[in-house]
C-alpha cells in the first residue's frame, strides 16, 4: 500500500528566505503525486501535480516541486517566501480510484 | 462556477443525534469523496463514489453512511453521533474519463462539527 511521510509537522522560515518542505513516498511503481495547502478554516487547494515526464514541475504561487525516484522523494520548495504562505501543506500520492493518501502535513510560519 | 459547495460550516450536535452532512458539486465530476481531518493530523478517507449510485469504504467508515443518488450530490450521515466524531469533514470531487486519469481532487471548504 502507498504510504506517505511529511517528517517535518512545523517549519519557521523568515519572510524573503527560500523554503524546502520534505515528503517522501512508499510506492513500488512510479506515483502520481500531488501537493495541496491549506489556510486557516480553507479547504485544500491544488499547488502542483506529478504524473510523468519532467521530474521539476511548477505550480502555483511561486512553487515548484522535484520528483526524485532513487530517494522516493517529492520536495517542495519556494526561493522567496511570503507572509500569505503560512499555511498547512500536504503532500498526497493518488491511489487506485483516484483515492489521495494523505501525509500528517506541515505547518509553515512565517515570521517577519 | 462554485465548484464544491458544503452545508452546513459549522454545526453543534449532543451525543446520540444523528444529522446529515451537504455536499454538492457543478462540475460534473464522477468522483466524489468524504474524508475527516482531525488535528494536526492530515486528511482520512471516510466513503467514496465513483459514480451514481456506487460508494465504497475508506480507511474510517465505521459510524457513517453516505447515499449517491445523482452525480451532483454525496450526503454523508451520522446516525448515532459520537464525541469521536468531532472533527473537520471535508468533502471532494474528481473526474475519470477514458481518456482522462489521475486528476487532482477539488474540495470543499469543510463542516466543523462538535458533538458535546
Known amino acids: 500500500a502507498q504510504s506517505v511521510t511529511q517528517p517535518d509537522i512545523h517549519i519557521t522560515v523568515s519572510e524573503g528566505a527560500s523554503l524546502e518542505l520534505r515528503c517522501n513516498y512508499s510506492?513500488?511503481?512510479?506515483?502520481?503525486l500531488f501537493w495541496y495547502v491549506q489556510s486557516p478554516g480553507q479547504g485544500l487547494q491544488l499547488l502542483l501535480k506529478?504524473?510523468?515526464?519532467?521530474?521539476l514541475v511548477q505550480g502555483i504561487k511561486g512553487f515548484e516541486a522535484e520528483f526524485k525516484r532513487s530517494q522516493s522523494s517529492f520536495n517542495l520548495r519556494k526561493p522567496s517566501v511570503h507572509w500569505s504562505d503560512a499555511a498547512e501543506y500536504f503532500c498526497?500520492?493518488?491511489?487506485?480510484?483516484?483515492?489521495?493518501?494523505f501525509g500528517t502535513g506541515t505547518r509553515l510560519l512565517v515570521s517577519p | 462556477n462554485a465548484g464544491v459547495t458544503q452545508t452546513p460550516k459549522f454545526r453543534i450536535l449532543k451525543i446520540g443525534q444523528s444529522m446529515t452532512l451537504q455536499c454538492t458539486q457543478d462540475?460534473?465530476?464522477?468522483?466524489m469523496y468524504w474524508y475527516r481531518q482531525d488535528p494536526g493530523m492530515g486528511l482520512k478517507l471516510i466513503y467514496y463514489?465513483?459514480?451514481?449510485?456506487?460508494?465504497d469504504k475508506g480507511e474510517v467508515p465505521n459510524g457513517y453512511n453516505v447515499s449517491r443518488s445523482t452525480t451532483e450530490d454525496f450526503p454523508l450521515r451520522l446516525e448515532l453521533a459520537a464525541p469521536s466524531q468531532t472533527s473537520v469533514y471535508f468533502c471532494?470531487?474528481?473526474?475519470?474519463?477514458?481518456?482522462?486519469?489521475?486528476?487532482?481532487?477539488?474540495f470543499g471548504d469543510g463542516t466543523r462539527l462538535s458533538i458535546l
Open positions: 471532494a470531487s474528481s473526474y475519470l474519463g477514458a481518456r482522462v486519469s489521475n486528476q487532482p481532487q477539488h
Open positions: 510506492y513500488g511503481a512510479t506515483p502520481y
Open positions: 506529478y504524473f510523468s515526464g519532467d521530474t
Open positions: 498526497a500520492p493518488i491511489t487506485g480510484f483516484q483515492k489521495l493518501v
Open positions: 462540475m460534473n465530476h464522477n468522483y
Open positions: 463514489s465513483v459514480g451514481a449510485g456506487i460508494t
